[in-house]
């Protein structure tokens, strides 16, 4: 389930490359087919890394933004706190930027969906300098790829 998931999980919290003037967001993200590299462990997930190209497309005020990028994940090993971590830059249309970090985890009884949550953090353009949350619902993973649906929120 895991390989699965990675496969698309590319990070989500692009969406942040919006405008500052706003504090609060929605998105939905898609991620391309995971390239994988390493691991250990039974099935060799441990410690395996992946990359993958990511698009995001939201909401911010009423406003319509695209951004991509892409994303770094690691699956961690059993009882870790996460079930794989994910780091993510992107660049937005309006020349904002962001990078964003990842805690994903596993939802109970159901097939290749993940719940993440994590920060961001702007990187340029209007939002350079702002910090803020982000959470992400992973769903639709697949060997070809993931969506996810999120929000984020500046904290300033």
């Not at 590319?10 to 504090?23: D, F, I, K």
């Not at 190209?53 to 870790?80: K, W």
């Not at 109970?108 to 803020?132: D, K, L, P």
């Amino acid at each position: 389930m895991k390989k699965l998931v990675f496969r698309g999980i590319a990070v989500v919290g692009l969406v942040m490359a919006t405008g500052a003037q706003a504090e609060s967001w929605t998105m939905d993200v898609s991620f391309t087919p995971a390239n994988w590299i390493g691991g250990v462990g039974p099935d060799n997930e441990w410690g395996r890394a992946g990359t993958s190209e990511i698009t995001v497309n939201g909401q911010l005020e009423g406003q319509a933004f695209e951004s991509r990028g892409t994303c770094a994940f690691m699956d961690q090993p059993p009882n870790a706190l996460f079930d794989f971590h994910m780091t993510c830059q992107d660049q937005a249309t309006d020349g904002n930027a962001s990078h964003v970090l990842f805690g994903c985890n596993a939802i109970q009884g159901r097939e290749r969906e993940y719940s993440c949550v994590g920060g961001i953090q702007g990187t340029a353009g209007q939002i350079q300098g702002r910090q803020g949350s982000v959470t992400m619902h992973l769903h639709s993973i697949s060997e070809s790829g993931a969506s996810g649906t999120g929000v984020g929120q500046w904290f300033e």
